[in-house]
């Protein structure tokens, strides 16, 4: 029983010097706080904002918390966001909306993401309101289907997917995102 009890470590050892030969060496996108885009600006909260941009050569990344946010990357990101307008005299009225998703820059002016490939594009839903869940919720329910117009360069996407954990979110709107 003394020899097995010895050999524990040694085997330990060399068990983990083989399951980490074993990983690969995936490279992964260098989201530091300098690169990240951000969209902190002032306004009117009575007013609202809604932002709808695509961006060229970045990617998302995630922070510790599986947060996402948009950084220097080799994809196309699209960006939608829409505080609603606070009115004063309703309490909880307001709702923030975030979307975002990523693609490999497209070889033609259109796109559809569908099923599963859903999730290969980091599709990523956020609300915060008064609701029953709140937070970033990936999707791999539903489809993405994008136009690019010939005169402006802006891409109009049609979204239909569904978002949520006990609560399932359904968002679905025609966006156009600008460059």
């Not at 029983?1 to 083989?18: A, D, N, R």
């Not at 049609?158 to 609560?167: A, F, L, M, P």
């Amino acid at each position: 029983m003394k020899k097995i009890t010895s050999l524990l470590p040694c085997l330990l050892l060399i068990l983990f010097i083989f399951s980490q030969c074993d990983k690969e060496d995936t490279p992964s996108i260098e989201c530091s706080e300098e690169n990240r885009v951000n969209f902190v600006s002032n306004f009117d909260p009575e007013e609202g904002r809604t932002i709808a941009k695509f961006f060229e050569n970045k990617s998302i990344g995630f922070d510790d918390n599986g947060n996402p946010f948009i950084c220097d990357g080799e994809n196309w990101v699209f960006y939608y966001e829409r505080i609603s307008p606070d009115d004063p005299m309703i309490a909880d009225d307001e709702i923030t909306q975030r979307f975002m998703f990523e693609v490999v820059p497209p070889l033609t002016d259109s796109f559809l993401i569908e099923g599963s490939a859903l999730e290969a594009a980091n599709t990523h839903y956020f609300i915060a309101c008064f609701c029953p869940e709140v937070g970033y919720f990936p999707s791999s329910t539903g489809s993405i289907d994008a136009t690019q117009s010939q005169t402006s360069g802006d891409w109009e996407v049609t979204i239909d997917v569904e978002y949520g954990n006990s609560y399932i979110y359904d968002f679905k709107d025609t966006i156009t995102f600008e460059k």
